[in-house]
């Protein structure tokens, strides 16, 4: 450590080189504001270097701007990102290797993301944080809040619907006779986190609706429209611990619902005993996507690892493996004998259902791509083999894979953004939630091949994030960066 009087002096440096560098760039003349950008940068770079080479490491220099980063800056970018979405250093738990010297799995492409550039030839490997049940957690998680009912909820002629909006799942607009293809009943839903990626409502197979609104997780029954309790960061001061809920989804029996967070962190709820079951950290980094195979969860993150958990053992994770790009979307498929995996470039992988073992060298059996990300995706509930996926602002085509051939079976052009999609079983077609230019819900036939529109459901007035359908696919249930929930009578 340098004496008080060296670091007097290295600031008192540090001044004097700034007030010289602002003063002769003033002076400089440049053809452009790029070019001045680039050249001040690069003058500004080698001073710092040049003075201070004799007296230790510098200070860091600044980002260059106007488009001249050089392309390791964007690497330290990612890695600064993924270090404010990782949990703070002194909570975070001891890591250890999985089964003994196993590692998790290799990161492609001869760079480390959270160790800068290295060469192609080294190998880089990462291990999971250890697994933790809440009681062995450090920081307070989640915790369970009563429902808060509202009186004389009904927005009434003149009111002010913005000061009625800060209730979550409060009634805005309401139609007391119900017609097919109208929405029936609006709900506010403050704190919606207006983002593309993130997959934030699902409704279990008894019709319980679980929306996240920024921080905390609201649970509303369909049946009784009304709402269950919350969870929520501890109110208690010094436990609060924020984290941005960036996908949850219920287990197939309606059981436990598990949360997925910005920091990597997944938390499993049994709801009807009002308890958190386990805290998991799984992955480095943003939890994008969930699904679950019976009681197997498997998740998806930014780094493009996917996770196979049993929550029931003391060590959850039984097999990963590795997709090139970002994961986004994450299903099981309706007879769970494989798994797809949509990416942010547009990949659709087809995994089998052979989870076993932590390893880079498992492939997909069958890879597709369309010009967009594959954020809406779903398994066709009645015909097993295909599947449909939603392309992005760009694209906006709606497309029906056989997933057996690995090609396009039929398509239609949505001149939108597709956000959102699900199957209704029952009622047989299709359901897609889009964005600009008019924020509709479309239900389509799914007559194979023929794929056609059948209704049009507008009320929103942003793009529609989120769907969920009820088992019995009579409601559909529309979430959109509006803030606004729709319920719709089909």
């Not at 083999?385 to 602002?393: F, H, S």
Request: proline share 6%; aromatic share 6%; net charge positive.
């Amino acid at each position: 450590m340098k004496p008080a009087s060296e670091e007097a002096k290295d600031w008192d440096n540090m001044r004097r080189m700034l007030r010289d560098f602002a003063r002769k760039r003033s002076h400089c003349p440049f053809k452009g504001p790029n070019d001045g950008h680039h050249v001040s940068y690069r003058r500004f770079r080698r001073r710092i270097i040049q003075r201070s080479s004799s007296e230790g490491p510098a200070a860091s220099t600044p980002l260059a701007t106007g488009g001249q980063r050089e392309p390791r800056f964007d690497l330290e970018a990612v890695c600064q990102r993924l270090e404010l979405d990782s949990p703070p250093r002194d909570h975070e738990p001891a890591q250890r290797h999985l089964q003994g010297n196993l590692h998790e799995t290799e990161l492609a492409g001869g760079v480390s993301y959270c160790g800068g550039v290295t060469s192609p030839n080294t190998q880089h490997t990462f291990t999971a944080r250890k697994w933790t049940a809440t009681k062995n957690a450090p920081e307070q998680g989640l915790v369970w809040g009563a429902a808060i009912h509202e009186h004389g909820n009904v927005q009434q002629a003149g009111s002010d619907e913005r000061t009625h909006a800060l209730q979550p799942f409060a009634v805005l607009d309401s139609t007391s006779v119900s017609q097919c293809g109208k929405s029936v009943l609006k709900l506010a839903t403050p704190s919606l986190l207006n983002d593309y990626y993130t997959n934030l409502l699902d409704c279990s197979c008894d019709g319980i609706i679980a929306l996240a609104l920024g921080s905390s997780v609201y649970l509303w029954n369909s049946e009784t429209r009304a709402l269950v309790g919350h969870l929520a960061p501890s109110p208690q001061p010094g436990l609060a611990y924020l984290q941005t809920i960036s996908c949850l989804s219920w287990s197939r029996d309606g059981r436990t619902l598990c949360i997925g967070t910005r920091r990597g962190e997944m938390q499993l709820w049994d709801v009807e005993q009002k308890k958190s079951m386990r805290r998991l950290w799984s992955h480095q980094s943003v939890v994008m996507a969930l699904s679950w195979k019976q009681q197997l969860l498997s998740s998806g993150s930014v780094l493009g690892h996917i996770h196979h958990l049993d929550p029931r053992a003391p060590s959850p994770l039984v097999g990963a493996v590795v997709q090139k790009e970002a994961i986004c979307s994450l299903q099981w498929a309706p007879g769970e004998d494989c798994l797809a995996s949509g990416s942010t470039e547009g990949l659709l992988c087809i995994w089998d259902g052979d989870i076993a073992g932590v390893t880079r060298s498992h492939q997909p059996i069958t890879t597709m791509t369309q010009p967009s990300a594959v954020k809406a995706m779903g398994w066709c509930p009645w015909q097993r083999k295909m599947i449909a996926t939603g392309g992005g602002l760009k694209d906006g085509e709606l497309r029906i894979w056989d997933t057996d051939l690995g090609t396009c079976v039929t398509s239609a052009n949505t001149k939108s953004q597709i956000c959102s999609l699900r199957w209704a079983e029952k009622k047989r077609y299709l359901v897609t939630g889009h964005g600009l230019p008019h924020h509709q819900v479309t239900c389509w036939s799914s007559e194979f091949p023929s794929l056609s529109p059948l209704y049009q459901l507008r009320a929103h007035s942003d793009r529609v994030l989120h769907l969920a359908i009820n088992s019995d696919s009579t409601p559909i249930f529309s979430a959109g960066a509006d803030q606004h929930f729709h319920i719709w009578d089909m």
